[in-house]
T-cell receptor, first 113, second 109 residues
Framework: DTGVSQNPRHKITKRGQNVTFRCDPI?????LYWYRQTLGQGPEFLTY????????KSRLLSDRFSAERPKGSFSTLEIQRTEQGDSAMYLC???????????FGPGTRLTVL | QKEVEQNSGPLSVPEGAIASLNCTYS??????FFWYRQYSGKSPELIMS????GDKEDGRFTAQLNNASQYVSLLIRDSQPSDSATYLC?????????FGTGTSLTVIP
């Protein structure tokens, strides 16, 4: 399978716990994006990496959210002290060119109880 | 004002008809525009991209861009029931992609 993969696919956690998601992009893609999507809404941009550098982060993103892409390959998104409002689908997308549009992974569905 | 606006629908068309989906954007500096299809419970799938004013055709799909009016549209010819999905418009602005809320399309057999 040469597409974008995300793990886990589902995560249920209690409020206040920390969670971490992983994204493995398409191997030759140097650009990686994280999005959050809630029901009835389009994906909301969270952050962008070019290789290992985090070049863009949404102004709306809480300090509880952090992302890394240590070797320019896979990426992790961590949410600290989760809140019920963090419940959403977290999507990762990758591309080779900036104007290529992103190819999305299957997403990680987070439920915060 | 939202970066990207779409009519949420729902839009219903009979099988074989042309479905027309519309999108407006606010950033005049945007240069790349995309249409994604999203089936219920699935992630978005890129179906069309357009970078210059005018029309771009790919099979049954035609994307239209009007920079002056800040307007992007997607036409689906010979609509099939399998086209029933939510269609998301996305605009590249700097390092970010802004998505609309999507238009729900139902193709009636």
């Amino acid at each position: 399978d040469t597409g974008v993969s995300q793990n886990p696919r589902h995560k249920i956690t209690k409020r206040g716990q920390n969670v971490t998601f992983r994204c493995d992009p398409i191997s030759e893609h140097n650009r990686l994006y994280w999005y959050r999507q809630t029901l009835g809404q389009g994906p909301e941009f969270l952050t962008y990496f070019q290789n290992e550098a985090q070049l863009e982060k949404s102004r709306l993103l809480s300090d509880r959210f952090s992302a890394e892409r240590p070797k320019g390959s896979f990426s992790t998104l961590e949410i600290q002290r989760t809140e019920q409002g963090d419940s959403a689908m977290y999507l990762c997308a990758s591309s080779f060119f900036q104007d290529q549009g992103g190819f999305f992974g299957p997403g990680t569905r987070l439920t915060v109880l | 004002q939202k970066e990207v606006e779409q009519n949420s629908g729902p839009l219903s068309v009979p099988e074989g008809a042309i479905a027309s989906l519309n999108c407006t954007y606010s950033d005049r500096g945007s240069q790349s525009f995309f249409w994604y299809r999203q089936y219920s419970g699935k992630s978005p799938e890129l179906i069309m991209s357009i970078y210059s004013n005018g029309d771009k055709e790919d099979g049954r799909f035609t994307a239209q861009l009007n920079n002056a009016s800040q307007y992007v549209s997607l036409l689906i010819r010979d609509s099939q029931p399998s086209d029933s999905a939510t269609y998301l418009c996305a605009v590249n602005s700097g390092n970010q992609f802004y998505f609309g809320t999507g238009t729900s399309l139902t193709v009636i057999p």
